[in-house]
């Protein structure tokens, strides 16, 4: 059995192709995330299982394939690759949702927290009255207490839930949306649900945790950004599309809202001239909401598990579902 990596972020694969080893199973990786599509095509051709990080799985690189029967999403999202074109052929998209949630959770706790803290501006305020000689917090203003305060979640799963638990001692009211929580989860959570626009006319704090799919790309836009309240600021951790960038900016430079924090880009890394570098009042951080060495270890050891119940006949443990 042949297992293809088309791409990779890990310093080496050299710990996979060991255990593999072991197994009887051929491990080939490649980087080929920017590579001519003629050139994955070539490199994925034989391959029984393939496993993808960034590079785009299109319907000719999949039409290309002599036998795959596994695509194996390194990480949660898989705006990617196309469903469609893998279900026309058979071929099961397994993703891995849960090596990373707890990071991504405390990366969207701590990017609310220097929002409502005015952590990262509060260095230019320092500066300033160092070389002035004299405290200024003009800039600083207004900042309000966090208890009281209102959450707003839009996406209650895995990454939503463990924001709400982390933060129920924290004195917040919460604003909660997510229209396929099932009764028994909204039970056990003891939540009561609202929908989109109460989130966002209603959150001091508003923080995204969904897929990106069609309902959800540009959630974000002119339209509800300006729905919110001009004290409230926007945390995203999920995927980039799902703010319309162009907008945000807007919104911060206009006053809409207080400002943001942002993890994730619809163009990654994001080239110089992209909107939010120079729009007032952004926190942005480099797509690494999911890093920790914890996690970065736990979604290999999972890939391999996938591949072990492959090769055992059992189906993955998460398979992805056209929206």
């Known amino acids: 059995m042949k297992v293809v990596v088309t791409d990779y972020i890990e310093p080496d694969l050299n710990w996979e192709s060991a255990e593999l080893a072991k197994r009887g199973v051929e491990l080939v990786y490649h980087q080929l995330k920017f590579a001519p599509i003629e050139r994955v095509v070539e490199a994925t051709r034989d391959a029984d299982v393939v496993v993808v990080n960034m590079l785009p799985i299109t319907p000719q690189v999949v039409a290309g394939w002599e036998k795959c029967r596994l695509v194996i999403r390194h990480g949660v999202g898989y705006d990617n690759v196309n469903l469609a074109a893998l279900e026309e052929a058979g071929i099961p998209l397994c993703y891995i949702p849960d090596y990373c949630a707890e990071e991504v959770a405390e990366q969207a706790i701590a990017l609310m927290m220097a929002c409502g803290r005015k952590v990262v501006w509060s260095r230019k305020v320092l500066d300033e009255s160092s ?193």
């Open 131 to 323: 070389a002035r000689g004299q405290w200024d917090f003009a800039e600083t203003v207004p900042v309000f207490r966090m208890a009281g305060r209102t959450l707003g979640l839009l996406g209650c799963g895995r990454i939503g839930s463990l924001v709400y638990r982390k933060l129920k001692s924290f004195g917040l009211k919460f604003l909660i949306a997510d229209p396929y929580l099932s009764a028994e989860r909204k039970n056990e959570l003891g939540i009561e649900l609202v929908d989109a626009e109460t989130v966002f006319r209603g959150a001091d704090f508003l923080t995204i945790h969904t897929p990106l799919n069609s309902e959800t790309r540009h959630i974000v836009r002119a339209e509800t950004l300006r729905m919110m309240k001009p004290t409230a600021y926007l945390i995203n951790t999920a995927r980039g599309p799902m703010v319309d960038a162009q907008a945000l900016a807007e919104a911060l430079k206009q006053g809409w809202i207080a400002g943001a924090a942002i993890d994730v880009f619809d163009i990654e890394p994001p080239p110089p001239d992209y909107p939010l570098f120079h729009a007032p009042n952004v926190v942005l951080t480099p797509h690494l909401a999911w890093y920790s060495e914890d996690a970065a270890w736990r979604i290999r050891e999972l890939i391999l598990l996938e591949i072990d119940r492959f090769l055992e006949g059992q189906p993955p443990r998460y398979v992805a579902k056209k929206a």
